[in-house]
């Protein structure tokens, strides 16, 4: 039976803006493509922070402007780039898959994903979003819209959304059913659409989900051997950028433990990936492990030649 992989992208196998993506995935389907034809089932995951950062941008400001534009909310502006970055990714991959004469598919599956409407993260928003306004902009649109503003850096007032923690895949059989068939899956793009539980159904919310996390949640529950979170460095460190800097080949989750205790990782990079990779291992069964490593050294990592290895 094939081994079941998770790949979560990081933001530098995508682009800025479609033309310059459109040019960028043709690379990163290369290394994706090698795993599968190292015969691995492979699912894929996606950030898109730039990308619905500058859709949501686009519509407030044609909305803004007093044109025909009706404002887009923020669930909305998610699928949107979950329909864009997976067309280019699933067309990139398919030729790449073509070229190499495998008959594969590629689709990408438009993915929801519940979180809890009482997490901590609604209560402190923290993830800004979209343009720079003045005090008074700011504090206009709040009391219209009841949106959340902080001052950024000196640059002016941008929204902030919540970052709750996903719970469940909606989407999961879908999923597992096409790998099952035998294709690549492109989904959770931008960790998923959030959305919350009701009496009447699920219902989007405003927040953004960390695409680590929903790739753990994803890979749990469809009982991958392994997930894989990749980034710019070819393995995790310790002392990162010190004269003692160490790398790491593998660790326990009592070692992940005691370098977060450490503060090892820092909060917007590297920490989210670990604390991911941990989930996966706890919650999965007992060989399931995780890997930190380069979107261009990944099948290397696979074979044990470089990479961060998480195990039990």
Not at 4 to 28: F, H
Not at 82 to 94: N, V
Request: charged fraction near 25%; glycine fraction near 10%.
């Amino acid at each position: 039976m094939a081994e079941r992989i998770v790949v979560a992208l990081g933001g530098n196998a995508l682009g800025k803006t479609p033309e310059q993506q459109l040019e960028l995935v043709k690379s990163t389907a290369r290394p994706i493509v090698d795993l599968v034809e190292k015969g691995y089932e492979v699912i894929i995951g996606h950030g898109n922070g730039p990308q619905v950062g500058m859709i949501n941008l686009a519509m407030e400001f044609s909305a803004n402007k007093g044109g025909n534009t009706p404002y887009m909310p923020f669930p909305e502006c998610g699928a949107m780039t979950q329909g864009y970055i997976g067309y280019h990714l699933q067309q990139a991959i398919q030729q790449e898959l073509e070229r190499r004469g495998i008959r594969k598919e590629c689709a990408t599956v438009v993915t929801q994903v519940v979180v809890d409407e009482n997490d901590p993260g609604f209560r402190n928003p923290t993830k800004p979003v979209g343009s720079f306004y003045t005090k008074e902009e700011a504090e206009a649109i709040a009391a219209e819209k009841g949106f959340v503003f902080v001052e950024d850096a000196g640059r002016g007032y941008r929204r902030v959304v919540p970052s709750p923690i996903p719970k469940r895949i909606v989407e999961r059989r879908v999923v597992e059913q096409l790998v099952e068939a035998g294709d690549v899956v492109i989904t959770v793009g931008g960790g998923g659409i959030p959305v919350v539980e009701t009496a009447e159904g699920l219902k989007g919310v405003a927040a953004v989900i960390d695409k680590d996390r929903a790739s753990a949640v994803l890979a749990r529950d469809v009982k991958a051997d392994r997930l894989i979170i990749l980034t710019a460095v070819d393995r995790v460190y310790v002392n990162f950028n010190k004269p003692d800097q160490q790398e790491l080949a593998r660790m326990t989750l009592e070692d992940c433990r005691r370098y977060i205790g450490e503060k090892q990782f820092a909060p917007g990079s590297m920490l989210p990936k670990v604390e991911s990779c941990m989930e996966f291992v706890r919650d999965s069964a007992p060989g399931a492990t995780a890997l930190i490593t380069s979107l261009a050294r990944a099948a290397e990592a696979l074979e044990g030649k470089t990479g961060t290895v998480i195990t039990k």
